[in-house]
């Protein structure tokens, strides 16, 4: 069946450093892959997505490529700020009718 | 205008009651969802209607039951609550199967 793995955290980063958490996936098909994230108390928020292979997904400085030779789905970001604490979640779907999540990943920027 | 919305947002009760989460979208999306988030904030899908029918159900205890009265609502009752049941439930929709999926702000239900 489909997955995602996801980098175990919790991650804990200053002010301007550069994040990257580590996702990879196994489907049987041509999933279409998300990031989401969730702020302290808060609901789920799509951060980016992609639908393709070699397509890159953005938002907020954030990016992801969609990597189908390496079913990677990495997320980065050049700088953090404290509002980017948060738990971030890789998810895929395979054109069917649900998401899988990964297991999520906790990230706390220091100031 | 909030896209998914879902009532209440907090919710504690006995165990042994019963509760339920009422969810709305006004999205105009076809395919509703109830997800699950344990206390290791693990997400797993438990339910899913497209045009209210039910497409998906994870194995979920029959103490859940989702409603769907129109494809804009899915509520979900629970019965018999037990303290395992605590947990934060998202509703979500999207427009059909692959796309995006969109999500509510999260029901945060104790079970005392």
């Known amino acids: 069946g489909d997955s995602v793995t996801q980098m175990e955290g919790p991650v804990t980063l200053s002010e301007e450093a550069f994040l990257t958490i580590n996702c990879t996936y196994t489907a049987t098909g041509y999933p279409s892959l998300f990031w989401y994230v969730q702020y302290p108390g808060e609901g789920l928020q799509l951060l980016l997505k992609a639908t393709k292979a070699d397509d890159k997904g953005s938002n907020k400085g954030f990016e992801a490529t969609y990597r189908k030779e390496t079913t990677s789905f990495h997320l980065e970001k050049g700088s953090v700020q404290v509002s980017d604490s948060a738990v971030y979640f890789c998810a895929l779907s395979d054109r069917d009718y649900k998401l899988s999540f990964g297991a999520g990943t906790t990230v706390t920027v220091r100031a | 205008d909030t896209a998914v919305s879902q009532t209440p947002k907090y919710l504690v009760t006995q165990m042994g009651n019963d509760k339920s989460i009422k969810c709305e979208q006004n999205l105009g999306h076809d395919t509703m969802y109830w997800y699950k988030q344990d206390s290791k904030k693990f997400l797993k899908i438990m339910f899913s209607?497209?045009?209210?029918?039910?497409?998906i159900n994870e194995t979920v205890p029959n103490r859940f039951s989702p409603k769907s009265p129109d494809k804009a609502h899915l509520n979900l009752h629970i019965n018999s609550l037990e303290l395992g049941d605590s947990a934060v439930y998202f509703c979500?929709?999207?427009?059909?199967?692959?796309?995006?999926?969109?999500f509510g702000e999260g029901s945060w239900l104790t079970v005392v």
């Open positions: 979500a929709s999207s427009p059909g199967a692959g796309n995006t999926i969109y």
């Open positions: 209607y497209n045009n209210k029918e039910l497409i």
